[in-house]
């Protein structure tokens, strides 16, 4: 399948047709025709993000992989796992132009292998339901006066085999990817998001609020099936006595429902950029399990950013 490219550089946009095959935008490849820090000193950022959940295998993984042509801070690719108790981070830096490190491989078709001492992953992602298209929506504001980043999310499958620390699982999960590209610098652009995905097996729910340093808050939720992409209208979190999600209270088509967390088996903290001395942004991602007021159950990723401000 080819795709038309739109790829900005300074204030030109350049269109070209790329093959990007089954996953559309979000194979979108890196970048290398792109000025690396702009004017202002903010750096080209090329990310993708994969991440998966089995509760019934007892397998969550969550990984990031940026890239940057910046040569103070050429990326980082960073992949937290965690099977059958037994839980590793592996962080490194990308070989430059590449989201591929020493001990991790990434196919932006849908293959990621992690071949390190302490952990080995085989996983293969395959698309579902629909991609979201939140540069279109303007809904992931950058530094950059009417220049939204370009972002894009989709639901996946994800099956493979896991080897954590000696504790070996096959996995057949479900989570999300994303690719986002532009110049990005976290603690600049923005104030807090929070988000949920939900996985309830026949549809895919995504919740989503954010604050950026400037401009109003964004909040948008969206219900994927197999016969489309439904906005949803309205929706509300509330928050626990530690400040993480409790519950979202919306309205499906079948009718109001309060989506609730019955437990959070695994977390990671994500970082977002190297040493800083200034306002940082600090973000969490937490694998949680629903249970829905109507009965039904279900699984997902609860993640949360926030500006800390004291210095």
Same mark, same amino acid.
């Given at each position: 399948?080819?795709?038309?490219?739109?790829?900005?550089?300074?204030?030109?946009?350049?269109?070209?047709?790329?093959?990007?095959?089954?996953?559309?935008?979000?194979?979108?490849?890196?970048?290398?025709?792109?000025?690396?820090?702009?004017?202002?000193?903010?750096?080209?950022?090329?990310?993708?993000?994969?991440?998966?959940?089995?509760?019934?295998?007892?397998?969550?993984?969550?990984?990031?992989?940026?890239?940057?042509?910046?040569?103070?801070?050429?990326?980082?690719?960073?992949?937290?796992?965690?099977?059958?108790?037994?839980?590793?981070?592996?962080?490194?830096?990308?070989?430059?132009?590449?989201?591929?490190?020493?001990?991790?491989?990434?196919?932006?078709?849908?293959?990621?292998?992690?071949?390190?001492?302490?952990?080995?992953?085989?996983?293969?992602?395959?698309?579902?339901?629909?991609?979201?298209?939140?540069?279109?929506?303007?809904?992931?504001?950058?530094?950059?006066?009417?220049?939204?980043?370009?972002?894009?999310?989709? *639901? +996946?499958?994800?099956?493979? @085999?896991?080897?954590?620390?000696?504790?070996?699982?096959? =996995?057949?999960?479900?989570? %999300?990817? #994303?690719?986002?590209?532009?110049?990005?610098?976290?603690?600049?652009?923005?104030?807090?998001?929070?988000?949920?995905?939900?996985?309830?097996?026949?549809?895919?729910?995504?919740?989503?609020?954010?604050?950026?340093?400037?401009?109003?808050?964004?909040?948008?939720?969206?219900?994927?099936?197999?016969?489309?992409?439904?906005?949803?209208?309205?929706?509300?979190?509330?928050?626990?006595?530690?400040?993480?999600?409790?519950?979202?209270?919306?309205?499906?088509?079948?009718?109001?429902?309060?989506?609730?967390?019955?437990?959070?088996?695994?977390?990671?903290?994500? *970082? +977002?950029?190297?040493?800083? @001395?200034?306002?940082?942004?600090?973000?969490?991602?937490? =694998?949680?399990?629903?249970? %829905?007021? #109507?009965?039904?159950?279900?699984?997902?990723?609860?993640?949360?950013?926030?500006?800390?401000?004291?210095?």
């Amino acid at each position: 399948m080819t795709y038309v490219l739109k790829r900005e550089r300074s204030d030109v946009t350049v269109q070209e047709s790329v093959e990007l095959g089954r996953w559309g935008q979000l194979a979108t490849p890196i970048h290398h025709d792109v000025v690396p820090i702009d004017n202002d000193g903010t750096p080209w950022r090329d990310y993708a993000l994969f991440c998966w959940w089995d509760p019934a295998a007892g397998v969550y993984v969550m990984t990031h992989h940026m890239s940057s042509p910046d040569p103070s801070f050429p990326g980082r690719t960073r992949v937290s796992a965690w099977a059958g108790g037994k839980t590793f981070e592996l962080i490194e830096t990308p070989r430059p132009g590449t989201h591929h490190s020493e001990h991790v491989t990434v196919d932006l078709d849908g293959r990621l292998i992690v071949d390190h001492p302490e952990l080995q992953l085989d996983a293969t992602v395959d698309p579902k339901f629909q991609p979201i298209d939140f540069h279109a929506l303007k809904a992931l504001p950058s530094n950059k006066a009417g220049r939204p980043l370009h972002h894009f999310e989709q *639901p +996946q499958h994800a099956t493979g @085999t896991i080897t954590v620390r000696g504790e070996h699982r096959t =996995f057949d999960g479900v989570g %999300l990817r #994303d690719r986002t590209w532009g110049y990005r610098s976290e603690s600049s652009q923005w104030e807090e998001y929070q988000y949920l995905m939900a996985d309830l097996g026949d549809q895919f729910l995504v919740f989503w609020k954010l604050k950026g340093t400037s401009g109003p808050q964004i909040d948008l939720a969206f219900r994927l099936t197999d016969d489309g992409q439904h906005l949803l209208d309205h929706f509300a979190f509330a928050r626990n006595g530690s400040g993480l999600l409790n519950d979202v209270q919306t309205t499906l088509p079948t009718g109001a429902v309060t989506i609730e967390i019955s437990d959070r088996p695994v977390g990671f903290w994500v *970082p +977002q950029g190297g040493r800083q @001395t200034g306002p940082t942004f600090s973000a969490y991602d937490e =694998f949680v399990n629903l249970r %829905l007021s #109507d009965g039904r159950r279900g699984a997902g990723l609860a993640t949360y950013g926030i500006l800390r401000k004291l210095i």
